[in-house]
């Protein structure tokens, strides 16, 4: 369960898009969550113990500039356009900076839906790209934190600096948002988290993206009819979700997880996990809402729980550089600093390539055990080289061999004396590119259909030892 599990119909446009997209599958799958649990909050609650509550997730995508987040959050624009109506049209927002203009802007749709055909609508989806821009402004304005965490629990929201008391009952805002590392540990701090305002967010760090060979290409269609018809049955009333009883053992260890996981952290990190079987239960919701389920199976709640214990990884990663005392590290001996040398040049190196690098003499590399040194000559006039490498190595003798003035030892010599040039480092550090031709189907022939997601695989007893 340490991969996340892309399930249900989002997960099948998710996967069907993938290839053709400069972005991590992840990160797309992350916010087309967000978006659904925005379009069904108004009417979707869930409950494991008789308390119904809200489906929203709340999520951060956390990368540097350039990895990919405005491209994840247009796919999944991409996948749930069509299948959501107008409601993204309609009821995407941004640039929130204060507790009050939260309760306004609710208020103000509160009010203009009231006397529609189907009811007052505080549904929100709030999408910042730009966070930290939001969270230097917030800083001022004490409520804004306060109403954060009242928004995310779905209760009443209150406003009392308008001549006339604003007041948004159910509110259904989901905040989807975009930052990069170095601010959410200036801006979201331990502090911060620990009063509950932050830790209601799942922060994501989105892989490494593919760079395309072509980006003339557009995104396939996507079919949406699975989505479109699993959202007119989430609004069509209120519906409450609850576990099957096929899914409470695993519910159970999920709880457990998180009391445990919890107890052995360092403060800083684990106030940010303290609602992870809370959030497991509304991204399990989400997915039983868009499979037309009242019950959360036992396919489902596993499905989920993978992509919030990625979530639990990703805050701890996010952390940990913040509050983690940091390591002297220890200083390389000759024997290691040689070695590396000759291993990035293929396994032999010359006097020339090692020496300058190392800070030693010849005989000093000599005298160090493991290293085979030979002298060998390209050509009859040619100048001999001193050549190291490592014993027991094939591309090496075993012993030292004494320079042969023979025609043959010569040409022997001469493909030899030149160090592979090609360095594993530097080959894996190259950006990878992936053919788009690989993903278009061969001509005369129909399209294959997308492989059906497999099961997750059942939990082991204590199925996070590992993290412990």
Known sequence: MNTPVLYGPIGRAVRRIAPFLEADALGVYVAALSMWSAAIGGTIKVSSRGNARPVLLWSALVAGTGRGKGTALRAAHHVLDKALGRFLATHTTSGITSGASMVNHLWDQQEATAETEHGRDVRAFVCEEEWSEVLRRVKRDASFTTKLRTAWDGATLRNTTKEEAQEVLDPAMVLHCHVTPSDWSKYVGESEAAGGSYNRILPFLPGSAPMLDDDRVSL????????SDAYGWATARPRLITLAEDA????????????????????????????????????????????????????????????????????????????????????????????ARIEMHGGRATSSQVLPFVGATAAEVKALP??????????????????????????????????????????????????????????????RVVRLDTYRPEPNHARKPAPEPKRPEPLEENPFRALL
């Not at 396939?220 to 989505?227: A, I, Q, S, T």
């Not at 695993?250 to 998180?258: K, S």
């Open 370 to 431: 493991g290293i085979v040194v030979t002298v060998e000559r390209s050509g009859k006039s040619g100048r001999p080289a001193t050549v190291f490498s490592l014993r027991g190595d094939s591309s090496g003798d075993s012993a030292p061999q004494p320079a042969s003035t023979d025609s043959n030892a010569n040409g022997d010599a001469s493909r030899h004396a030149e160090p592979q040039p090609a360095s594993a480092e530097r080959e894996q550090n190259r950006a």
């Open 248 to 339: 409470r053992p695993l519910w159970r260890t999920v709880r457990r997880y998180a009391r445990i996981l919890g107890e052995t952290l360092p403060d800083g990190q684990a106030v940010f996990i303290e609602r992870t079987a809370e959030q497991t239960l509304r991204v399990a919701a989400c997915l039983a809402a868009s499979e037309y389920s009242e019950q959360i199976t036992e396919e489902m709640l596993p499905a989920a729980f993978t992509l919030v214990r990625r979530s639990v990884q990703d805050a701890v990663r996010i952390t940990k550089g913040a509050t983690s005392p940091k390591v002297k590290r220890q200083p390389l001996s000759l024997e290691d600093k040689v070695r």
């Open 220 to 227: 396939p269609e996507v079919d949406g009819r699975d989505l």
